[in-house]
């Protein structure tokens, strides 16, 4: 085959993953070619990437060896029996779509063997995203681990054994960007009302989240040991506390995430 990505739906998360790919210095610019409909965008993917595009379906599936679906879920059932015709035996298909499972992949594509479906989530966009994967039983090792370098050139991965799980992971680092934009939000807003700046405040929240985060991420402590080292008794820390501790905010973010998972369920039994 003469492509080694092709990419069906080069949005947001598409062209990420092109960026990604050719930043990494994994995949030349020569071994990707991406779709989508609108033709002045794809010339600006060709500018800009070097890459090929087309606006044919059939031509990526020809041509390319492993195929991203990066398409929306509810485009999904239209492009499966258009893509179906040109599937083959070796082809590997990466499913992107959120709440699609790889039972509904695998009918609307003659039973093929060779499929992995991924939940990544929007950092992806600046290359520290994260993404659940899981490979249906029939894909090789070196698929499986041709599916985590595509996924590792937006972020990091994680495999999971049971498709089930991909609910969760919607509902947690899916969904959880949101959560800390809305967090974002509430402390910006925060800060004002303590009487900072509005730039100020917005500062101090982001290197504060992304400090919080990093010491986290380097630090063998679990994150209640790192809160309590910073809570002394009657102390700032300790103040703040008590309103969460009152305002119950653990249980909030656990019926956030619940609700979330549960929403993924539903969509997927939709589709
Ligand atoms: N964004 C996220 O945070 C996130 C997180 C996890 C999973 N996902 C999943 O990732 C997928 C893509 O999301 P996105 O945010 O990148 O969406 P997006 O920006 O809308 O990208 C999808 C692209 O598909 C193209 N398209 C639609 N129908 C097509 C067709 N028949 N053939 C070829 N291309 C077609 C559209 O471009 P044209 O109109 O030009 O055709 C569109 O730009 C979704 O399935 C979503 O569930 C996204």
């Known amino acids: 085959m003469q492509y080694k990505i092709g990419i069906i739906g080069a949005g947001n998360m598409g062209e990420a993953l092109i960026r990604g790919l050719l930043h990494s210095k994994r995949v030349r610019p020569n071994e990707i070619i991406a779709s989508r409909r609108n033709a002045k965008k794809l010339a600006g ?61 695998k009918k609307g594509l003659k039973n ?24 249906t ?4 090792s070196r698929q499986r681990r041709l599916a985590h370098q595509i996924f590792e050139a937006v972020g990091k991965t994680v495999e999971v054994p049971n498709e089930k799980w991909l609910d969760a992971i919607t509902g947690l680092s899916g969904t959880g960007p949101a959560y800390l934009f809305a967090m974002i939000e509430a402390l910006i807003s925060a800060g004002k009302k303590v009487g900072l700046p509005e730039s100020l405040s917005k500062h101090l929240t982001l290197e504060t989240i992304l400090g919080a985060a990093q010491m ?41 995430v619940g609700a979330a998972t549960k929403r993924a369920k539903e969509l997927r039994g939709k589709k």
């Open 112 to 135: 093929h063997n060779a499929i992995v479906r991924v939940m990544p989530n929007l950092p992806a966009l600046v290359d520290l995203g994260i993404s659940g994967i899981y490979c």
């Open 45 to 105: 993917y060709r500018r800009q990437y070097r890459i090929h595009t087309t606006s044919s379906n059939s031509e990526i599936m020809e041509s390319a060896e492993n195929i991203i679906l990066a398409i929306k879920p509810q485009n999904i059932d239209l492009l499966l029996p258009e893509i179906k015709k040109s599937l083959k035996k070796n082809h590997l298909i990466l499913s992107i779509a959120a709440g699609i499972d790889t039972g509904k992949l």
């Open 216 to 256: 986290a991420l380097q630090s063998d402590e679990a994150p209640e040991k790192l809160r309590a080292r910073v809570t002394s008794k009657k102390g700032t820390t300790w103040a703040a506390m008590k309103v969460f501790k009152k305002r119950k905010f653990w249980k909030l973010i656990e019926e956030a």
């Open 137 to 140: 039983p029939k894909v090789s």
